[in-house]
């Protein structure tokens, strides 16, 4: 592969509207607001034993970002994870998310950059960091294509910028939305790097582990449809395929390498007992999971994409997420909220560090008996 000339690394890391007032000072930049900012409040998960720590507490009370898509004439995608690159050589921050890296980007870090490929006058990014994993590809991918749509923009693009598309789950979603095959470009290596005359860019739609309700919406009604009873008993939309009745689901992650529940076996009967179904999320297609979540009315599971699922709900479901001390995560307990679920979670000890951030957690096995299930389950049941 040939090289193209120095100047194709960026030179600049700004902010998006950093960009534009240092750009775009003597005329409207082309950047369209489809949701304003706004301040949420979130109600705390009910707890035993542990009450909710500083992961919890920081986002209860928080900024929800603006949402908008902005054109850049001549940008540029850079990398497997989308990193937007303006004809100024500007790398957008936060436009261009890498897990492990926010105060670099890899784009820095290269010695140079290949030629970008020129493949057709109107490309769309929608990939970032963790695409492939079913939560980010949910709540990260598939509403930055609906904020293309609320823009009026996703019939005029050629081409749509995703993750290598590997998975079911992707490939049901994508034909749930009605996007073509034949209109996506896979950013299925480090060196993908393309040059488009018009670069559409919707923001991230929300920030890492607090998905927006706006977002989370757009994925509830892209496959449940609008206009669902707001209270149970509802039934399960056409739309959807017949599912065997299961009032209360266990998500189990045993064949998962971490996060798992330490001695699951061992409570199956427990599990039996209380009159939880044991599913294993990935065996079921994207409609599946929809029905089978839609139908319930407990769910409990060690943090994992499983839970996800929880977005198909309806109205005071109850959520029980279980939690290894050494790797608490609050994403579950929003996208509760979103949607007035009824949440509560309980650890398996007081955390080592609570003040570390989540991603830098250890994602060890959480080790909870049948009476801390119990007791969290009365807890819930009883409120």
Same mark, same amino acid.
Request: contains cysteine; hydrophobic residues 40%; charged residues 20%.
């Given at each position: ?40 409040? *979130? ?9 909710? =720590?500083?992961?919890?507490? %920081?986002?209860? &009370? ?16 850079? =990398? ?34 290949? &030629? ?35 823009? =009026? ?18 490939? *049901? ?26 670069? $559409?860019?919707?923001?991230?739609? %929300? ?8 977002? %989370?919406? $757009?994925?509830? @009604? ?45 409570? @199956? ?38 839970? %996800? ?72 049941? &009883?409120?």
């Amino acid at each position: 592969m040939g090289w193209w000339k120095p100047l194709s690394l960026p030179g600049e890391v700004l902010t998006t509207d950093v960009y534009l007032d240092k750009y775009y000072s003597t005329y409207s930049p082309e950047k369209a607001i489809i949701f304003p900012a706004a301040w949420r409040e *979130e109600s705390l998960p009910g707890t035993l034993r542990y009450a909710p =720590g500083w992961k919890f507490t %920081s986002l209860s &009370k928080r900024k929800v970002q603006e949402a908008f898509v902005l054109r850049l004439p001549d940008g540029r995608v850079w =990398g497997q994870n989308g990193a937007v690159i303006t004809r100024e050589g500007v790398l957008l921050k936060d436009l261009s998310r890498e897990f492990g890296k926010r105060h670099g980007h890899s784009a820095l870090e290269s010695l140079r950059i290949g &030629k970008p490929a020129e493949p057709a006058r109107n490309i769309a990014v929608l990939s970032t960091a963790g695409g492939d994993t079913f939560y980010h590809w949910l709540f990260d991918i598939l509403p930055r294509y609906y904020l293309l749509k609320k823009a =009026g923009l996703a019939s005029a693009i050629d081409l749509f910028v995703v993750p290598r598309i590997r998975s079911r789950f992707q490939q *049901e979603s994508l034909l749930q939305l009605g996007i073509a095959r034949f209109r996506l470009l896979e950013a299925d290596t480090p060196d993908f790097h393309i040059r488009a005359e018009n670069l $559409f860019v919707p923001s991230l739609p %929300s920030l890492l582990g607090a998905v927006n309700p706006w977002a %989370s919406a $757009f994925v509830r @009604e892209a496959f449940l449809g609008p206009n669902l009873p707001a209270v149970p008993p509802a039934e399960v939309p056409s739309n959807l395929p017949t599912m065997p009745p299961a009032k209360r689901l266990f998500i189990s992650r045993k064949n998962a390498p971490n996060r798992r529940l330490a001695g699951e076996e061992q409570l @199956e009967d427990w599990l039996e007992r209380n009159g939880f179904t044991v599913i294993m999320a990935e065996n079921h297609t994207l409609p599946e999971q929809a029905a089978l979540f839609h139908g319930a009315e407990v769910v409990m599971a060690v943090h994992g994409s499983g839970l %996800s699922n929880i977005v198909f709900c309806r109205p005071g479901t109850i959520i029980i997420e279980l939690f290894a001390s050494s790797f608490v995560v609050p994403c579950y307990w929003i996208l509760a909220n979103n949607h007035s679920l009824r949440y509560f979670c309980l650890q398996d000890g007081e955390e080592t560090e609570p003040y570390r951030p989540y991603w830098e957690g250890i994602p060890g096995d959480c080790r909870l008996t049948e009476k801390d299930l119990g007791e969290i389950l009365a807890l819930a049941t &009883k409120s």
